[in-house]
């Protein structure tokens, strides 16, 4: 992940030259260099390796772009540059989302097939600088890593390990309920979605920080693969369904962003750990169940599942009071309709947080959109037999009314933020492979950054 950079002050020059000042760059560029970026058709293939005519050896990269401002405008130079080590000339504003970039181009997942050649790296002469953009790489490829790994060796006790480790590494302390210690400690929706596989259910619970600092508890949906229950998926709504945990991953890399970078805030992580399976003790629809926090929510669907583990985890969440809760969940296509898969909707009970997080976002290149907790919406939630049913009447407005059931698990008192996300790469772009992603964790980092300094 982070081998993609190197701490030193050395490396063979990478400059990046601005396609509207082309003409005057190159008419003052040597002689050799303009007739060299002429036989290679630099203006049209937008990039060139120079060698050194005395040795043979390369001596310099240029990249023609159309801006420096865009944060992936090295996205691709991790695969398309020769092995070796490069420096990255006069930008040096830029050089932390340069160098960001072309990490996270470089990242293959490839732990089921043989490792690819030794790719490129870039120096950092900055000490700081090198640390800050590796704690960043390190999260956001923890996050791909955990939804790119198959089902099989990601279910609930693998999420388990993964968050032990980092409690471990990081000096927090870790505990979970495993099984029926669900039913004994009122988590009874967690239980009801995870009991028909052979994966046991489990709350996951992660505590880090100093006593005294303000509290931030980050909740992500860790149903680990989603068959759709009884209301089975096609199988063309199953195939990627290894990425249902793609909420628990980004709480996961958030966090250890936030260790790494040792914010002064204490923090809790809770992720709900189920497999949704079907077997003869599968939940049903027409089902009725009492949540940890006393509504019965009768069980329209039992694809809406991550709804179910999440609004146990959200009352608990409230136990200590926290200042903001954030969590993540890959819980509707209803968002991905209305946003596409690449911006991450979100919804918040507190405006002057929501304004923080997009701002934050816009700060560093990972945008973010605010959708509307419609009130109007939520008498689509109702039950004839129970309070609530756990999923709408009516496909429309979907991401809306399923925040709207979440919301009714938060306390008006709780300032509460819920990312809706897609967690995966439909299609390949600079910076951006086709698989697992993280979606606007680094612009809620931001945001906690500025927040708690």
Same mark, same amino acid.
């Given at each position: 992940?982070?081998?993609? =950079? ?13 396609? /509207? ?18 036989? &290679? ?21 240029? *990249? ?26 006069? &930008? ?17 997942? /490839? ?71 669900? @039913? ?18 489990? @709350? ?14 980050? %909740?992500?949906?860790?149903? &680990?693969?989603?068959?759709?229950? @009884? ?44 497999? /949704? ?24 669907? #039992? ?10 985890? @959200? ?14 969940? #890959?819980? #509707?296509?209803? &968002?991905?309709?209305?946003?596409? #898969? ?10 002057? $947080? ?9 700060? $560093? ?25 756990? *999923? ?28 809706? %996300? ?18 606007? =964790? ?12």
């Amino acid at each position: 992940m982070s081998a993609l =950079i190197r701490h030193s002050s050395t490396g063979i020059p990478l400059s990046f030259i601005v396609k /509207n000042d082309l003409a005057r760059w190159q008419s003052q560029q040597p002689i050799f260099l303009q007739n060299w970026l002429n036989s &290679c058709d630099f203006a049209k293939q937008g990039f060139a390796l120079v060698v050194n005519p005395q040795s043979g050896a390369l001596s310099q990269v240029y *990249c023609l772009v159309n801006s420096v401002d865009d944060f992936w405008l090295a996205g691709e130079l991790a695969t398309k540059l020769p092995a070796g080590i490069y420096q990255v000339q006069e &930008c040096e504003q830029q050089l932390e989302q340069i160098a960001l970039g072309f990490i996270l181009g470089g990242y293959e997942f /490839n732990e089921y097939k043989a490792k690819g050649a030794v790719k490129a790296q870039l120096a950092i002469a900055d000490e700081a600088l090198f640390a800050r953009i590796t704690r960043q790489a390190n999260a956001i490829n923890l996050v791909r890593d955990l939804v790119n790994t198959p089902a099989a060796d990601m279910m609930p006790q693998h999420l388990s390990q993964v968050m032990a480790d980092l409690a471990h590494t990081y000096n927090g302390q870790f505990n979970e309920w495993i099984g029926d210690e669900l @039913l004994e400690q009122n988590y009874p929706t967690i239980h009801m979605v995870g009991r028909a596989s052979e994966n046991k259910p489990r @709350l996951l619970d992660l505590h880090w920080g100093a006593k005294d600092a303000p509290l931030i508890t980050l %909740v992500g949906k860790g149903v &680990c693969f989603d068959s759709g229950g @009884l209301d089975l998926k096609p199988s063309s709504g199953m195939r990627n369904m290894k990425k249902d945990m793609g909420g628990a991953a980004h709480v996961i890399g958030l966090a250890q962003l936030i260790m790494a970078a040792n914010l002064p805030i204490r923090l809790r992580v809770l992720v709900p750990a189920v497999e /949704n399976a079907v077997s003869r003790n599968a939940f049903r629809p027409g089902d009725v169940i009492k949540t940890r926090k006393g509504i019965m929510v009768e069980i329209d669907n #039992t694809d809406a599942e991550g709804r179910l583990v999440l609004c146990d985890a @959200l009352t608990e969440a409230q136990n200590d009071n926290p200042e903001l809760i954030i969590d993540f969940a #890959t819980l #509707t296509g209803a &968002c991905r309709i209305a946003l596409g #898969t690449e911006l991450p909707g979100f919804f918040s009970t507190e405006r002057d $947080v929501a304004n923080g997080i997009i701002d934050a976002g816009i700060a $560093v290149s990972d945008p973010v959109w605010q959708l509307p907790l419609f009130e109007q919406y939520k008498s689509l939630l109702k039950s004839d037999v129970a309070d609530m049913a756990n *999923c709408s009447s009516t496909p429309f407005g979907g991401a809306i009314t399923a925040a709207l059931y979440l919301k009714e698990f938060v306390e008006p008192t709780t300032p509460w933020v819920h990312f809706d %996300v897609m967690a995966w790469n439909i299609r390949s772009l600079p910076g951006r492979p086709v698989g697992g992603e993280a979606l606007g =964790i680094r612009a809620v980092f931001n945001y906690l950054q500025s927040r708690f300094k």
